[in-house]
């Protein structure tokens, strides 16, 4: 039973599939048909797809058949009929008229109808492509009668097919564009573009060629691209700047019978630096008074060029020459002219007139132009300096002038002038602003200008004056001219410069000829303390030294130099220089200071190592140890030597002391032995022979004169009776004698007695007191007599022994032992 209910629905579904309407034919116009043909098994009950004449007997199996094609339509129809745009045929439709056709979708019934009996579609107005290219419909075929679908509805599509009826044009238009001037051919403009509203997939209607109707020679567009470039080169922009070009673009690929459109370009030539700047004339004039001010504008000039903004910027340069300092020039940004501008003060008298060159030159070149030539010009201007009725100038700005205090009434201390440069030349008087000096402590003379003193001054009370002379012109006493007057009174100088500080001056021993060994300054108590002026130099009385100088370095300083080389200690180990110091105040003042020199040991930098006189004794080079060894032996020597001379010393008072019984008797041998009756050349004997036959100025031969010492009048008897008191005064005389030698010495007198009691003549009993005598003046004859100095020096110390000498009673003789 389950198995024949299956079997039953099974069938049932079968036969409703085979159930479907005849295949539906579309027929375009003009068009072939063709057919796609799908078979498809007829229902077992042998029900037709047409719904007419089923058959009774088994299943009969029933071809489809299918026609599709694309409809067209022109665009754009004008005909008074419908246009016919293609059928629809079904091939169930038997032409018994049983079937309808039906249309829907996009325009059905508006724009598009159908013969319900025929399937013709019409359409019922004209259709433009760029509005709707195409239109979507659905198409069924359905029975007559009972309006059953007879197929499936089947969609299909009308396109409306294109036709040239839009000319192509350019949205954008229309265009403006720029090209450099002097730009090669084949430059870039701008790019065009026209746009064509036609299908471009069918023929030929959207195909869009440019050409250019008006702008030849000068441009050139790619049919193709629609790209315009220059087509003549060095088009110029000062000839012409503006270019309209008229563009044509055509469809049809430009054929006869094609659309065309135009647009209009407007292209513009900008503008490079390809013009040099260039004077309209080659001179310019102009004129300046000579009592404007600096920054006074003189004049203006300009270069022109044609070009056009910043390549049109110039810069004007004065060309160094015959005055040109005196001006200078600038730039009006507005407009480029060349602004002439005073810039030192000029002046009529000085210069009546100036020409110098002005240079014009681009601010921007161009590389590309340089062959074009030099982009800048000259033009020369000359300027004329007017004359002005101008003050009286003064020679300087200001006056100083000095003057000391106290100063007679009357006197000059210096003088201005002013003169009037003007072409008239007139004459100047001068006054003193009484403003200025209330107290009329100076006068001017009106005509030459002098200022002299009217009161006495007083640094104490007013150290400077401050007044002002004016100077005023004969001619134009309104023309006037003021200048500064200062007066510094100044201090008489009293007192004289001495030395700044006490030098402690030295010479090496090695010294060179020439060699600065000090320098020297001065000082001075009087005011100003700062700005004096010293001068240094030897005394010119007296003999040249000729072992130091002076010289003067003109900073108020001087140096000590050396006139010789190769100074030595032993020698002389001191010396003074005299210097004398002037200043330069009023009255002059100057003095005389001494320098002392010392002899010093130096190393080889010139450095002071010693100036002791015994340092040169002493071996270069040893230890500590071994200089205070040697000293200590030195220290012994000298112990040793003086107990061995007071010991000598000891003996000889005792043997003085043994002979007080006879003194007369008694003669003192010394170990000295002298020059005996042959030595003549000691003393004169002929003076005692004739005490008239003296001299004067008479110097002993033996011993070296004492430099300035003056010989002493010898005292001379006229009464030979009196012996004693002439020889008493001659021991006197020998006894105080500087100059006596350091040795025994025996004056002979020879003068008869008369068997007088012969007294004692000991030079101890002939002075009335005992005289001490001073023997440091042997100390400046040399190192050859430092021991004779040592001994008279000891001598000194101790008080030397005299002995006494008995005379005999016929012969007067006296010997005088030193």
């Known amino acids: 039973m389950l198995k024949r209910t299956c079997l039953l629905v099974f069938l049932c579904c079968f036969f409703l599939q085979q159930s479907s309407s005849a295949p539906l034919h579309t027929i375009p116009p003009a ?48 005909g008074s009929d419908p246009q016919y745009v293609g059928k629809l045929h079904t091939d169930l439709d038997k032409g018994d008229s049983a079937v309808k056709y039906t249309l829907s979708g996009e325009g059905a019934g508006t724009i598009f109808t159908i013969d319900q009996t025929t399937g013709d579609i019409h359409a019922l107005r004209s259709l433009d492509r760029e509005e709707k290219p195409y239109y979507t419909l659905r198409a069924q075929a359905v029975d007559i009668d009972t309006n059953r679908p007879l197929e499936p509805e089947s969609e299909f599509v009308i396109k409306v097919q294109d036709i040239n009826d839009n000319e192509p044009k350019f949205l954008e238009g229309p265009y403006t564009a720029s090209v450099p001037e002097m730009s090669p051919v084949g430059t870039y403009v701008t790019k065009v573009t026209a746009s064509d509203a036609d299908d471009p997939t069918y023929g030929n209607s959207a195909r869009v060629v440019y050409s250019i109707l008006h702008g030849q020679p000068y441009f050139s567009v790619d049919p193709k691209t629609g790209v315009i470039r220059t087509a003549l080169p060095n088009m110029d922009r000062e000839v012409k700047e503006l270019y309209q070009v008229l563009i044509q673009a055509k469809d049809m690929g430009g054929q006869l019978g094609g659309l065309a459109g135009t647009t209009t370009i407007n292209i513009t030539l900008s503008d490079v630096n390809d013009n040099p700047p260039r004077f309209a004339k080659s001179i310019f004039h102009f004129r300046v008074s000579e009592s404007n001010n600096v920054g006074t504008v003189v004049g203006t000039i300009k270069a022109h060029d044609l070009d056009i903004g910043k390549n049109a910027e110039i810069d004007y340069n004065i060309i160094p020459g015959d005055g040109g300092a005196m001006f200078d020039i600038t730039t009006n940004e507005h407009n480029q002219e060349g602004i002439i501008v005073l810039r030192q003060p000029v002046d009529y008298e000085t210069k009546k007139a100036y020409t110098f060159k002005v240079e014009a030159s681009n601010a921007h070149l161009d590389p590309r132009f340089h062959s074009y030539g030099p982009f800048k010009d000259m033009a020369t201007v000359k300027i004329t300096i007017m004359d002005e009725d101008e003050p009286p100038v003064f020679t300087k700005p200001s006056y100083m002038m000095d003057v000391y205090e106290d100063t007679p009434l009357g006197i000059i201390i210096g003088a201005v002038t002013a003169q009037d440069l003007d072409a008239g030349s007139s004459p100047v008087r001068y006054s003193i602003d009484w403003k200025s000096d209330l107290d009329s402590f100076f006068e001017i003379d009106p005509v030459k200008g002098t200022i002299s003193t009217n009161e006495l001054l007083d640094r104490e009370s007013i150290a400077q004056h401050n007044i002002t002379v004016v100077a005023t012109k004969v001619k134009n006493p309104v023309q006037t001219s003021r200048v500064a007057v200062t007066v510094h009174v ?56 000729k072992n130091f100088t002076i010289k003067d370095f003109g900073n108020n300083t001087a140096g000590v130099v050396t006139l010789r080389s190769s100074f030595q200690r032993r020698y002389q180990e001191i010396y003074r220089l005299p210097v004398v110091i002037e200043d330069g105040g009023y009255p002059p003042q100057s003095s005389t200071g001494t320098l002392t020199i010392r002899v010093c040991g130096c190393d080889s930098k010139g450095s002071l190592l ?12 040893l230890s500590t140890g071994a200089l205070i060894a040697i000293l200590l032996c030195i220290v012994i020597l000298l112990v040793i030597v003086v107990l061995y001379v007071g010991v000598r010393r000891q003996k000889k008072k005792e043997t003085l002391m043994t002979s007080k019984e006879d003194i007369r008797d008694n003669v003192i041998h010394y170990d000295d032995e002298g020059g005996g009756e042959e030595d003549t050349h000691a003393f ?52 105080s004698d500087t100059s006596a030698p350091p040795y025994d010495s025996l004056a002979t007198y020879a003068y008869e007695g008369e068997g007088s009691v012969v007294e004692s ?52 003789t006296i010997e005088d032992r030193h």
Not at 705 to 734: K, W
């Open 490 to 545: 100044l201090d008489i100088n009293e007192f004289p410069p001495e030395f700044a500080i006490p030098y402690e001056t030295f010479v090496c021993e090695g010294a060179k000829l020439g060699q600065v060994i000090q320098v020297i300054s001065a000082k001075d108590q009087d005011l100003p303390m700062s700005g004096q002026k010293f001068s240094f130099r030897s005394p010119q009385e007296g003999m040249k030294n």
């Open 610 to 621: 010693t100036c002791s006189a015994e340092a040169i004794f002493l071996p270069v080079g």
């Open 684 to 735: 004169d004997l002929g003076t005692l022979r004739n005490p008239k036959a003296i001299k004067e100025n008479l110097f002993r031969r033996d011993v070296k004169p004492e430099a300035g010492s003056t010989s002493r009048p010898p005292i001379t008897s006229q009464d030979s009776t009196d012996i004693q008191s002439f020889i008493s005064h001659r021991l006197q005389e020998h006894d």
């Open 761 to 812: 003549l000991s030079s101890i009993e002939s002075l009335n007191g005992e005289t001490e005598e001073d023997f440091d003046y042997l100390n400046e004859w040399g190192p050859r007599f430092k021991t004779l100095a040592g001994i008279f020096g000891e001598r000194s110390e101790s008080h030397t022994d005299i002995t006494s000498l008995t005379a005999a009673p016929t012969t007067n």
């Open 31 to 78: 068009q072939p048909q063709s057919r796609a043909v799908r078979d498809w098994p007829h229902s077992p009950a042998g029900m037709s797809t047409t719904g007419r004449g089923a058959g009774s007997g088994g299943f009969q199996r029933v071809k489809r058949g299918w026609v599709w094609n694309q409809f067209f339509v022109l665009e754009e129809y004008m």
